[in-house]
Nanobody, 116 residues
Framework: QVQLVESGGGLVQSGGSLRLSCAAF????????MAWYRQAPGKHRELVAD???????NYGDSVKGRVTIPRDNAKNTMSLQMNNLKPEDTAVYYC??????????WGQGTQVTVSS
């Protein structure tokens, strides 16, 4: 059974940092493109950053220069290091694994709240 388990969310002050982690179970991790998405109340889910199976990285415009998205294929994990957080970064953050074929897998999400 495929499971993506996010952790590391919480409450942080504006300007602070957080590191989210995603642990993958039940998939051949290294052949999946991985991504972080987020969804704020009343808004559509948006891409934060993604990293392909060969290491190509794409960042959402709203977070460029403030986040990195390392992955560790040996440990089946992916992280999202977020710096200089802003109140508008408040959202539920989701981990996603996209296989070569078929539908993407999603985690349950982790809440990030940035206070001003």
């Amino acid at each position: 059974q495929v499971q993506l388990v996010e952790s590391g969310g919480g409450l942080v002050q504006s300007g602070g940092s957080l590191r989210l982690s995603c642990a993958a179970f039940g998939i051949f991790f290294s052949i999946h493109d991985m991504a972080w998405y987020r969804q704020a109340p009343g808004k559509h889910r948006e891409l934060v950053a993604d990293i392909t199976r060969v290491g190509n990285i794409n960042y959402g415009d709203s977070v460029k220069g403030r986040v990195t998205i390392p992955r560790d294929n040996a440990k089946n994990t992916m992280s999202l290091q977020m710096n200089n957080l802003k109140p508008e970064d408040t959202a539920v953050y989701y981990c996603s694994a996209r296989p070569i074929r078929g539908t993407s897998h999603w985690g349950q999400g982790t809440q990030v709240t940035v206070s001003s």
